[in-house]
């Protein structure tokens, strides 16, 4: 059982240039969520989704799109990537959004830094 | 809104030591607390949650009781080992629709532990 697969782990990028972060889960969850950790921050919502065809922005959405087409893929757009997203990426993912009832599983994070 | 507030560190000790891990919060309601633990290079990893007042958390040795009336879900641990050495995270999450779908963490909190 792979859980959270989050690729690639580490990137860099030039500023204006784009890329997609992937995540998947093969635990049938409905529940999924990217979060950016920075340092002395803790761990920020960029966006949710609740089922396939299903996506809504969190804390700090800007500069950032998703789609979820799969319950198993909720893949990361960076369209055009400045140097305040340098961050480290962790997608999450929990049977339901009831997060006080469901385990929230955490992929292993993409560190992307942006030149 | 919602926020956890816990202790700075770095927090260096021995082997064997008790350890304690400072959590207060700010919500409405009646929030879920959660611990979560990231060891070096890995995502966060529940530890322990507590979901209603009173509740004591445990797993692995740590312990956390939630505190309704000091608003605090402190982490304790009798006797530290050098595999516990990582970064732990004081979380929270709503009890209503508009914030029971996303975590609230706080800064996280580094314990390395000497041998």
């Known amino acids: 059982n792979a859980g959270v697969t989050q690729t690639p782990k580490f990137q860099v990028l030039k500023t204006g240039q784009s890329m997609t972060l992937q995540c998947a889960q093969d635990?049938?969850?409905?529940?999924m969520s990217w979060y950016r950790q920075d340092p002395g921050m803790g761990l920020r919502l960029i966006h949710y989704?609740?089922?396939?065809?299903?996506?809504d922005q969190g804390e700090v959405p800007n500069g950032y799109n998703v789609s979820r087409s799969t319950t198993e893929d909720f893949p990361l757009r960076l369209l055009s990537a400045a140097p305040s997203q340098t961050s480290v990426y962790f997608c999450?993912?929990?049977?339901?959004?009831?997060?006080?009832?469901?385990?929230?599983?955490f992929g292993a994070g993409t560190r992307l830094s942006v030149l | 809104g919602n926020s956890v507030t816990q202790m700075e560190g770095p927090v260096t000790l021995s082997e064997e030591a008790f350890l304690t891990i400072n959590c207060t919060y700010t919500?409405?309601?009646?929030?879920?607390l959660f611990w979560y633990v990231q060891y070096p290079g890995e995502g966060l990893q529940l530890l322990l949650k507590?979901?209603?007042?009173?509740d004591k958390g445990s797993n692995k040795g740590f312990e956390a009781t939630y505190r309704k009336e000091t608003t605090s879900f402190h982490l304790e641990k009798g006797s530290v080992q050098v595999s516990d050495s990582a970064v732990y995270f004081c979380?929270?999450?709503?009890?209503?629709?508009?914030?029971?779908?996303?975590?609230?963490f706080g800064k996280g909190t580094l314990l390395t532990v000497n041998p």
């Open positions: 999450a993912s929990s049977y339901t959004l009831q997060l006080a009832k469901n385990i929230q599983y």
């Open positions: 635990m049938n969850h409905e529940y």
């Open positions: 989704s609740v089922g396939a065809g299903i996506t």
């Open positions: 919500a409405t309601g009646y929030p879920s």
């Open positions: 507590a979901t209603k007042a009173d």
């Open positions: 979380a929270l999450t709503g009890d209503s629709g508009g914030s029971n779908y996303k975590l609230t």
